[in-house]
């Protein structure tokens, strides 16, 4: 899947979380195989309680240790993280991995003040004497581009804006150069225009140092631009995972399809329907037999409610999909046709929406045409 | 800048479901700036009580600053209308929201819902105008009370107004969770922390529209939730409005969540109207260089489109002090001498399209700017 | 698309822990002495607190004193029973005298704010910063009829249950103000709900639960309180028992009957660390529905 010889930074062998609730066990996370190379930017996209955040937390090994099972293996830069203890753990986080939250306020301590907050890591992974840390403090700052500095150091975190509190996490996450970056929806409680910034800024510094990074946001737009691969989630599992460009031209997995008509655009036509999953993930303490998309996929057969597909290579290098008919294919567009003529819902929702965008005939990027004849586009061996 | 104009309102002939004339809205500032925590400090102006008392009362503490949370803004919403309004945090739009339902009191303007200006009535009066409005907020778990059941919450706004009798209100409590998507029998008797954060905003759209209100402000409704469930409640504030014919105010910070919605668009920056236009106008040929920035910002789900560098750089300066002249001035790439002086009036630029600016992008000024 | 339905958590999901076996102790013993407080005048094995018996005189528990005999030659174990029913009175009767002003002026401040807030809450303020005995010693001498010794049980219960109105006043007024931010009351206002629904509906369900729980650790320090007074001969006086006055009464003889003194602290204590261990339990349960909401 990766070529050979390129020395890999993050690989992630079957982890499956399992969190102990009174529903029964919750598998979070199943059977998740990843892999990162370094330097390179990593989206995960998928809805809330699709085991995104899980999945990223699991990988840092954050979680806590009550109640939660955790199987398989992770490498990082050839080094076994899986069997480290808490107190191993800690050379490695920050160190090695860092990570910057979603909530800049709950992720910041509200009555230390800023300097500490930074110097506190440098000092106790670096081992740098107090001045050199608030020197070092001072020019993180500078480095995530937040206006007066030295003022800033003597500062608590709730007299910044959310933007800037995000900018000294980020700054708090880079002290140390760790080798992985996670980002945990980190523009998701943040104004369109700052969350620009702060990816901007991410997207610097991490070049600048040569970080990889993992971004996990509910909303393909925010990865478009910003990752070099994009891994879609739903309900614990990775359903479809392709460099960038690839996956926004040749998407198999309706999941994936479905996100990414649900982004607003700037083009969309006034008081059209808005294209929408229907539905919500399953609850994962019991989910669906097959695949687990089924239930809200305009595409789903009867095989798809009791097999499950495997995620396999689709041909193109670095894309791999689980789908039994796949967006694009003729399978795919057969099955669409079928299920518009037994009614199916979701079927129908995703014909007349389309419908709608059409009758507006406003100009909209990368419509999926599946009333045209279908062209296969790829078919899997 | 200005928003002190009003050349954008429609003539006051024309029939509006509300029509704010020069609203503006302070708030005491903090006296010592380092002991008051965040967000509490500034939405905590007072209720304006029953009888109307301590209404624009000046800051009676020497030193205190005001917050111009809103300064002199003229908007109106004709019958069956969707405003949508936008602008980053603390530009003052929630503000605006809780001062059209005179949740906080304006120091000055005027609020007129079908012909009454709301900052004149009080007391009983004012209850009763009041509800007819209704508010949706973004935080869908925080305006939903933890420990009633939704049956309950969605009866409440009945019961207060003693709409039929026990069994009319149970069963439009019923009719309206049908409505929003929520089946009545399984959900009546839950409480709001059993259901997912859309679901929750499901349920505090059925409560808005359970007495039928005439207008429906939308505070950030859907920031607050995943894109794929963002669509459905756009979609479903779609179908309350065909089914009640509702007037709508859909505040939001991202103009691409606004766009499928509204018939009118104000962008709004710190206390002010920039632009204000139909969605076609606005989005395809942005006046105001603010309004061109929120537009960039909006990230586009195309690999082969390269984010815009920057497209807002800076901070929102404090509302304590505002800029002189045009408030954007400070973070505009045209801001002139001129800018600095004088603050500019709203001027229509195109057919259905108003802009503040005295370098706007589009229309006769932009000349001047070149020469 | 009506799909209710436990909601798929992202978040680890904290294991269920059940009020473990400790708590359910407390509760037995709360029940037992509530029980015997109540119902003592009634119960066969409970013997008049007043009479004597000449050959239990300091004797030690027997089958027919089952704590033994004070220095009067008293049952003991009876004379616990009794004075428990004016130390839980005292206890419960100023908690719930103190919660109905102190949670009133609380509830309207923190929701009011502004100008009330402040004037009341300063007052308040102005109690708190009194040294509680020397302000309890005050009352209790103020209250009382000159010439009475000590204070009768009707005293006593009001010099501390005005004590105890500032501290429940400032709890309070903290719980009601994290719920009278939250948009759930700006909503009913929008709605057109008056001031008293909004406190009534929306604001006391929320308040109340975490109040009541606490109200229990407030019962454990009034009868602290209590016993306090009745060492310093101001609460309600002997004959009539209490735990504080059957304590202060066998001081004396620590060295002789140490029991007289050790079995109604023995008491006090185990129904303290009840109060404390059930109210803890409660209001951590409150907390954690809080948290998941």
């Keep these: 899947m990766t070529p050979a010889r390129v020395p890999l930074l993050l690989e992630v062998e079957g982890l499956a979380t399992t969190f102990d609730s009174a529903a029964g066990s919750v598998r979070a996370v199943d059977g998740v195989w990843l892999s990162l190379r370094h330097r390179t930017a990593l989206g995960i996209v998928g809805e809330s309680g699709c085991g995104k955040t899980v999945l990223a937390r699991s990988i840092m090994n954050l979680l806590p240790r009550r109640g939660v099972h955790r199987e398989g293996r992770v490498r990082l830069d050839g080094r076994d993280l899986t069997g480290l203890s808490a107190r191993e753990m800690t050379g490695v986080w920050g160190v090695d991995m860092a990570m910057v939250f979603q909530d800049p306020m709950t992720s910041l301590n509200p009555v230390v003040r800023i300097g500490r907050q930074i110097t506190e890591s440098l000092r106790f992974h670096l081992g740098m004497s107090k001045s050199e840390a608030e020197a070092e403090a001072l020019r993180l700052l500078q480095s995530v581009r937040i206006p007066e500095p030295e003022r800033r150091l003597r500062e608590y975190p709730h007299q910044l804006s959310g933007g800037m509190r995000q900018r000294v996490t980020i700054a708090i996450a880079i002290a140390c150069a760790p080798k992985l970056l996670f980002a945990d929806e980190p523009t998701t409680a943040l104004d369109v225009t700052v969350q620009a910034q702060i990816l901007d800024l991410l997207d610097d510094r991490r070049r600048e140092l040569g970080t990889a990074m993992v971004l996990v946001t509910h909303d393909l737009g925010v990865v478009a631009g910003r990752t070099d691969e994009i891994a879609v989630m739903y309900a614990g599992q990775i359903v479809e995972q392709a460099p960038t460009p690839v996956l926004f031209a040749e998407m198999r997995m309706p999941y994936t399809e479905a996100l990414l008509r649900s982004v607003p655009r700037l083009t969309d036509p006034p008081h059209a329907r808005r294209s929408t999953i229907p539905g919500r993930p399953p609850d994962l303490a019991h989910p669906p037999a097959g695949c687990r998309f089924a239930p809200r996929c305009a595409y789903a057969q009867e095989r798809c409610r009791t097999e499950a597909p495997p995620l396999l290579p689709s041909g193109i290098p670095g894309h791999r999909f689980a789908c039994w008919y796949p967006v694009g294919s003729t399978e795919g567009m057969t099955a669409l046709a079928r299920n518009v003529k037994d009614a199916w819902p979701p079927a129908l929702d995703l014909v007349a929406e389309d419908r709608d965008r059409r009758r507006a005939t406003a100009p909209v990027g990368l419509e999926i045409n599946f009333e045209a004849e279908p062209t296969p586009k790829g078919v899997r061996g | 800048m200005a928003g002190t104009g009003t050349a954008h309102l429609r003539p006051a002939e024309r029939e509006h479901v509300l029509r704010v004339e020069g609203l503006t809205v302070e708030f005491a500032g903090p006296e010592r700036p380092s002991l008051r925590l965040g967000r509490g400090a500034l939405p905590r102006a007072r209720w304006r009580s029953p009888s109307g008392a301590g209404r624009g009362r000046p800051s009676s503490r020497e030193g205190a600053q005001r917050v111009q949370a809103v300064s002199g803004i003229s908007f109106d919403v004709c019958p069956g209308e969707t405003l949508g309004l936008v602008g980053e945090s603390g530009c003052g739009k929630s503000t605006v929201a809780k001062a059209v339902m005179q949740l906080v009191h304006p120091v000055s303007g005027s609020v007129e819902l079908a012909g009454v200006d709301l900052t004149r009535v009080r007391g009983e009066q004012l209850r009763r105008l009041r509800s007819r409005m209704q508010l949706i907020f973004q935080d869908p778990i925080s305006s939903l009370n933890p420990r009633r059941r939704v049956g309950e919450i969605v009866a409440e706004p009945l019961e207060i107004w003693r709409v039929g009798t026990p069994a009319e209100r149970a069963a439009r409590v019923d009719e309206v969770l049908e409505l929003v998507g929520l089946d009545p029998e399984t959900t009546r008797a839950r409480r709001p922390h059993e259901f997912s954060g859309g679901q929750c905003q499901r349920v505090s759209i059925a409560r808005a529209v359970a007495i039928e209100p005439s207008l429906l402000i939308c505070d950030e409704p859907v920031s607050a939730l995943d894109v794929s469930v963002q669509a459905q409640i756009l979609n479903l504030l779609e179908a309350m409005k065909d089914r009640y014919g509702l007037t709508m105010i859909f505040i939001a910070h991202d103009l691409a969540v606004v766009r499928s919605v509204s018939d009118r668009v104000a962008v709004m920056y710190l206390g002010k109207l920039c632009e204000v236009g139909t969605p076609e106008r606005l989005y395809e040929s942005p006046a105001h260089p603010y309004t061109e920035a929120l537009l960039r910002s909006v990230p586009v789900p195309d690999p082969s489109v390269r984010p815009a560098r920057e497209p807002l750089p800076g901070e929102l300066p404090s509302p304590l002090d505002p800029p002189s002249g045009c408030r954007f001035r400070t973070r505009c790439p045209r801001a002139r001498d001129r800018c600095a002086a004088e603050e500019p009036q709203m001027q229509e630029v195109a057919a259905g399209q108003f802009v503040a600016c005295h370098f706007p992008l589009v229309g006769a000024a932009t000349a001047e700017q070149a020469a | ?293």
């Excluded at chain 3, 009175?89 to 929701?111: K, R």
């Excluded at chain 3, 100008?115 to 020397?134: C, H, K, Q, T």
């Excluded at chain 3, 006055?245 to 006090?268: E, K, S, T, Y």
């Design chain 3, 1 to 293: 698309m009506p799909d209710p339905g436990a909601e798929p958590s992202a978040e680890p999901v904290v294991p269920g822990r059940g009020p473990g076996w400790a708590f359910w102790i407390a509760v037995g013993w709360l029940a037992v002495i509530v029980g015997l407080s109540l119902l003592a005048p009634w119960i066969p094995f409970v013997k008049d607190p007043s009479a004597l018996d000449p050959n239990a005189l300091r004797d030690g528990p027997s089958a027919a004193h089952w704590l033994g005999g004070d220095d009067g030659g008293r049952d003991l174990f009876s004379r616990i029973v009794w004075g428990g029913r004016v130390s839980l009175f005292i206890g419960v009767a100023s908690v719930a005298a103190g919660m109905a002003v102190g949670g009133f002026v609380g509830v309207t401040a923190g929701y009011f704010r502004g100008g009330y807030e402040r004037v009341v809450m300063s007052a308040m303020d102005v109690m708190l910063a009194f040294p509680a005995l020397v302000l309890a010693l005050a009352l209790v001498t103020f209250l009382s009829d000159p010439g009475e010794q000590g204070g009768s049980l009707f005293t006593v219960t009001l010099a501390v249950s005005i004590l105890a109105v500032p501290a429940l006043a400032r709890i309070t007024r903290a719980a009601t103000l994290t719920f009278a931010q939250r948009e759930f009351v700006t909503a009913a206002r929008a709605q057109g709900a008056t001031h008293r629904r909004v406190i009534v509906r929306e604001i006391l369900p929320n308040v109340v639960p975490p109040m009541a729980s606490f109200s229990l650790l407030a019962v454990a320090v009034v009868i602290v309180a209590e016993g306090a007074l009745s060492y310093l001969g101001l609460s309600v006086q002997a004959p009539q028992p209490t735990w504080g006055n059957l304590i202060a009464q066998g001081r004396p003889q620590l060295d002789v009957a140490p029991h007289i003194a050790l079995f109604p602290c023995a008491v006090m204590f185990v129904t303290l660390l009840a109060l404390n261990l059930a109210g803890d339990t409660l209001r951590a349960r409150f907390d954690v529905r809080e948290l998941r909401l």
